[in-house]
């Protein structure tokens, strides 16, 4: 069987290798989608080329990451990564080879690939090179690591989560003794840095099957070595996912673990919209506990903090009226405002409207008309906005 694979401008560079007398085949990640019927995310290009060789092939190129041999050719206008194939020396610290060597060989580069459907790749005319059974233990979905997976593991800790990860996104089992050495090692996560760890959590959510992997997580018991993971948590049935976008995994996680916004973005040094996102689904609950929202709730939160948050609560209470997605858009969508923008007077007819002295008051006024016209005390028109200011403001004088 011969596959058809890459974009015009990933095929011209490997093209071009070859002709320069180099080998480059298509790896990675971008192959096994292609087995898998998916879309690939980025196209990687390994060569025997060094890096120093790549960039005389090609005129325009970018140093991203040359000292592990990777090399971001620009051509027809697209960025392709290109990286030499190496191995990975040793490792001392469970994180990161101490040196990359660089390697004529392309499997001596695809034995230091973590799973087997990771460690395949594809020439230019179709031809798979397959090594370690890839195609095979997709056929089967599993997830397997490429050699003796303890030692694979000791070598780079992150390739246990990893694994989980992958559980999720491709909704494959870990197969028995590559799941054994992570219930073996799983202690060694802890040497692997918050971000790395973060950015495999960000696609785990975003699979198909979060619940499979949380499975994994307790039945290894990786999860007491997990930055801020629930102690004694065991996946709720509402981590089931899909989730739209990785921010309501976490979200999740946080409210059905019974953690603090905090603990989980001191832990994964999250960013500040990260942050302000899980506090709000926190208030937001909050409030949702004692009663259904209201309008000022609709305008003050939003649709992607409301949905997230409402599909949490129905979580946490299964047997509890909840709103539906569409109810929570049409609430929005009925608002007679959006934002304080769309507010049909500003300060400047205050001051004209009062006859008084500027001052704070002219912001507080306009918070409080603001607030008026969301309950529907007012309606967001500047004739009925004087009428009903003047009356307020001069009762209140
Ligand atoms: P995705 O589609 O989610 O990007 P991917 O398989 O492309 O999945 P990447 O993190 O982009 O994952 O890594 C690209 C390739 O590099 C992998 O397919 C694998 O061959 C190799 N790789 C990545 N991380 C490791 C690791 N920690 N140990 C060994 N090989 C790795
Ligand atoms: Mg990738």
């Known amino acids: 069987m011969s596959y058809s694979f890459g974009t015009s401008a990933s095929r011209g560079v490997v093209s071009k290798l070859l002709s320069a007398g180099y080998e480059a085949v298509f790896v990675g990640g971008a192959v096994r989608d292609l087995l898998l019927g ?32 990777t090399v971001l050719v620009l051509f027809e206008g697209e960025p392709i990564e290109v990286t030499t194939y190496r191995t990975e020396g040793t490792y001392s610290d469970h994180r990161r080879p101490d040196e990359v060597t660089f390697v004529r060989s392309l499997e001596e580069d695809l034995k230091r690939r973590d799973f087997t459907m990771n460690a395949m790749a594809l020439s230019l005319d179709g031809r798979l090179i ?27 800790a992150l390739r246990m989560f990893r694994a989980i990860r992958f559980s ?14 992570i219930e073996l090692l799983a202690k060694e996560i802890e040497h692997i840095a918050a971000e790395r760890l ?5 696609k785990l959510f975003l699979g198909k099957e979060p619940t499979r992997a949380f499975e994994y997580i307790h039945d290894t018991g990786i999860g007491a070595h997990l930055p801020a993971y629930p102690e004694t948590f065991r996946a ?6 899909p989730f739209q976008t990785s921010l309501e995994g976490w979200a999740t996680l946080m409210m059905t673990g019974d953690l603090e916004p905090l603990q989980l973005t001191r832990a994964y040094k ?14 937001v609950l909050q409030t949702r506990e004692a009663q259904f929202y209201s309008n000022l709730d609709y305008y003050r939160w939003g649709e992607q903090v409301l949905l997230a948050a409402e599909a949490i609560y129905q979580c946490l209470h299964p047997d509890k009226p909840f709103l ?3 109810e929570i858009r049409e609430k929005i969508a009925a608002l007679p405002i959006r934002s304080k923008q769309e507010l049909a007077v500003t300060g400047t007819d205050l001051l004209a409207w009062s006859k008084a002295k ?3 008051w002219v912001g507080e006024w306009l918070d409080t008309i603001e607030r008026a016209v969301i309950l529907g005390d007012c309606r967001n028109d500047s004739e009925e906005i004087k009428g009903w200011f003047l009356h307020e403001f001069t009762r209140q004088r």
């Open 38 to 69: 998916k879309e690939a995310s980025d196209i990687d290009i390994a060569t025997s080329a060094t890096p120093k060789e790549v960039k005389e092939v090609f005129p325009n190129t970018v140093d991203v990451g040359i000292q592990h041999g």
């Open 130 to 156: 397959d090594p370690f059974g890839g195609k095979q233990d997709i056929d089967k979905r599993l997830i397997r690591a490429v050699g003796a997976a303890e030692e694979r593991f000791k070598e780079d």
């Open 168 to 181: 999720s996104v491709l909704g494959f089992a870990i197969e028995d003794s590559t799941c054994d050495a």
């Open 198 to 202: 973060k950015a495999e959590w960000d």
């Open 236 to 241: 709720a049935s509402c981590l089931h996912g």
């Open 270 to 283: 999250m960013s500040n919209t990260e942050k302000t996102f899980l506090r709000s689904i926190q208030e």
């Open 324 to 326: 539906g997605p569409n």
């Open 358 to 360: 500027g001052g704070r």
